[in-house]
């Protein structure tokens, strides 16, 4: 039987490309598998045909629309994952659910192999097959643009010469990848890092500069997940829909940074995730009301590790698994309502309640009455810190102790 090899198509002109020239390099037959993350654009049936046309055996099309948001990026959101406190893993999210469809496809068909699209310089080759191999031990992993030297003006004169059913004369300067939780662009002229990005560079967000009128939003959560906006019942994909909207009215999300690949390279990334940055920021704010105080401590090295195992390709692994048992027992509690006002590229939290709240107005207040006993703060701070105090007394008596003049050598200006 002739081998089959699994495609992750997007329909776009490499991946067409990528079809026939798998086929003529291998001799493989190709199933092409297209995934729906919410990235917009043709509809999966015409992506199919597509397929087809370029001589895919088989097409596997999947809307995964709802699993990634619920299984991938509301597990994100409960980590407040920011890769390098900046980036919510946008492209990281969606490269795992691609590759358990990829699996999928591939079990359902019989191929040895799974293809992708990537380069060889960048996270996502790795992601894609750090998953596949997680997932199915015994699938290699072949990346046409990498491997088989499929390039891109390769592939421009492949498809005229085919006569493959995909425009090849439209030039985009950038490298795009988007899904529901938000979007990323790099490569042309951002590839100088003192460039600011052009207009032209943004589609999630309007311009922060030039606002509607402010928008206030109520967010409620249940166990750190979005389930009511406003007020109306919402999915995990419903409510990233709504806040993309309504945030990326307001230019909320937008973020310019020279990042570590894990490949070893900085490159510069644009990105647009309104959506996720403001349901980030509700999120945490709840958490700060909802949280012990250690346990919140604690729960930010874990989502940092969980945040860096995601961007390093390791979705299926061990520790991922182990840390997210953590941070959904952090999640018990994290019920309630956040309100936010969404305005000129920014989501501000204005308020807060919460049945599970620590915050507790009795303690807190300094009016009259409160039930916060102010005498024993006194030998509280004696014992927190006497070992301190201990310590500069034997400074002292040993010559040694602090000077409370500024420090002359890292004064401004001297050397
Ligand atoms: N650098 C980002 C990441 O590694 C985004 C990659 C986006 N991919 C692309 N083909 N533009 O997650």
């Given at each position: 039987?002739?081998?089959?090899i699994?495609?992750?198509?997007?329909?776009?002109?490499d991946?067409?490309v990528?079809?026939?020239?798998?086929?003529?390099?291998?001799?493989?037959?190709?199933?092409?598998?297209?995934?729906?993350?919410?990235q917009?654009?043709?509809?999966l049936?015409?992506?199919?045909?597509?397929?087809?046309?370029?001589?895919?055996?088989?097409?596997?099309?999947?809307?995964?629309?709802?699993?990634?948001?619920?299984?991938?990026?509301?597990?994100?959101?409960?980590?407040?994952?920011?890769?390098?406190?900046?980036?919510?893993?946008?492209?990281?999210?969606?490269?795992?659910?691609?590759?358990?469809?990829?699996v999928?496809?591939?079990?359902?068909?019989?191929?040895?192999?799974?293809?992708?699209?990537?380069?060889?310089?960048?996270?996502?080759?790795?992601?894609?097959?750090?998953?596949i191999?997680?997932?199915?031990?015994?699938?290699?992993?072949?990346?046409?643009?990498?491997d088989?030297?499929?390039?891109?003006?390769?592939?421009?004169?492949?498809?005229?010469?085919?006569?493959?059913?995909?425009?090849?004369?439209?030039?985009?300067?950038?490298?795009?990848?988007?899904?529901?939780?938000?979007?990323?662009?790099?490569?042309?002229?951002?590839?100088?890092?003192?460039?600011?990005?052009?207009?032209?560079?943004?589609?999630?967000?309007?311009?922060?500069?030039?606002?509607?009128?402010?928008?206030?939003?109520?967010?409620?959560?249940?166990?750190?997940?979005?389930?009511?906006?406003?007020?109306?019942?919402?999915?995990?994909?419903?409510?990233?829909?709504?806040?993309?909207?309504?945030?990326?009215?307001?230019?909320?999300?937008?973020?310019?940074?020279?990042?570590?690949?894990?490949?070893?390279?900085?490159?510069?990334?644009?990105?647009?995730?309104?959506g996720?940055?403001?349901?980030?920021?509700?999120?945490?704010?709840?958490?700060?009301?909802?949280?012990?105080r250690?346990?919140?401590?604690?729960?930010?090295?874990?989502?940092?590790?969980?945040?860096?195992?995601?961007?390093?390709?390791?979705?299926?692994?061990?520790?991922?698994?182990?840390?997210?048992?953590?941070?959904?027992?952090?999640?018990?509690?994290?019920?309630?309502?956040?309100?936010?006002?969404?305005?000129?590229?920014?989501?501000?939290?204005?308020?807060?309640?919460?049945?599970?709240?620590?915050?507790?107005?009795?303690?807190?207040?300094?009016?009259?009455?409160?039930?916060?006993?102010?005498?024993?703060?006194?030998?509280?701070?004696?014992?927190y810190?006497?070992?301190?105090?201990?310590?500069?007394?034997?400074?002292?008596?040993?010559?040694?102790?602090?000077?409370?003049?500024?420090?002359?050598?890292?004064?401004?200006?001297?050397?």
């Amino acid at each position: 039987m002739t081998e089959r090899i699994v495609l992750a198509y997007s329909g776009g002109l490499d991946t067409s490309v990528a079809i026939g020239w798998i086929h003529e390099a291998t001799g493989a037959d190709v199933i092409a598998c297209a995934v729906d993350v919410g990235q917009g654009g043709e509809d999966l049936e015409v992506i199919r045909q597509r397929a087809l046309d370029c001589g895919a055996v088989e097409a596997y099309v999947a809307d995964a629309r709802d699993e990634f948001a619920s299984e991938y990026c509301m597990p994100a959101l409960k980590a407040n994952a920011l890769y390098m406190d900046a980036y919510p893993v946008v492209s990281a999210l969606s490269r795992p659910v691609i590759a358990k469809h990829l699996v999928k496809a591939a079990k359902k068909y019989g191929a040895s192999a799974v293809a992708h699209g990537c380069t060889g310089k960048g996270n996502d080759q790795v992601r894609f097959e750090v998953s596949i191999t997680s997932l199915a031990p015994n699938l290699q992993c072949i990346a046409p643009v990498r491997d088989l030297a499929l390039t891109r003006d390769k592939a421009i004169d492949y498809a005229e010469k085919n006569n493959l059913p995909i425009t090849t004369t439209k030039h985009n300067p950038f490298s795009i990848d988007q899904n529901v939780w938000g979007r990323a662009i790099e490569t042309g002229f951002l590839e100088d890092i003192w460039n600011e990005p052009t207009k032209d560079v943004y589609n999630y967000t309007d311009d922060p500069a030039f606002p509607p009128v402010a928008d206030e939003v109520v967010l409620t959560f249940d166990h750190g997940i979005p389930v009511a906006i406003d007020g109306r019942a919402v999915s995990p994909l419903e409510a990233i829909q709504e806040m993309n909207r309504r945030a990326g009215a307001q230019g909320i999300g937008r973020i310019d940074i020279v990042e570590d690949r894990l490949v070893g390279i900085k490159s510069r990334e644009i990105y647009e995730a309104p959506g996720a940055m403001a349901l980030i920021e509700a999120h945490r704010e709840l958490e700060r009301v909802t949280l012990e105080r250690e346990q919140g401590r604690f729960k930010r090295e874990v989502q940092d590790r969980w945040t860096d195992l995601v961007y390093d390709g390791q979705w299926f692994s061990h520790l991922k698994r182990s840390l997210e048992a953590f941070i959904e027992d952090t999640q018990r509690y994290v019920s309630g309502d956040v309100r936010m006002r969404l305005h000129g590229g920014r989501a501000t939290v204005t308020g807060r309640r919460s049945d599970a709240s620590l915050y507790d107005f009795n303690l807190a207040t300094y009016d009259e009455g409160d039930t916060f006993d102010q005498s024993h703060a006194k030998g509280f701070i004696e014992i927190y810190g006497l070992a301190s105090k201990q310590a500069t007394a034997r400074d002292e008596k040993f010559g040694n102790g602090p000077s409370l003049e500024p420090d002359e050598a890292s004064a401004f200006g001297k050397e």
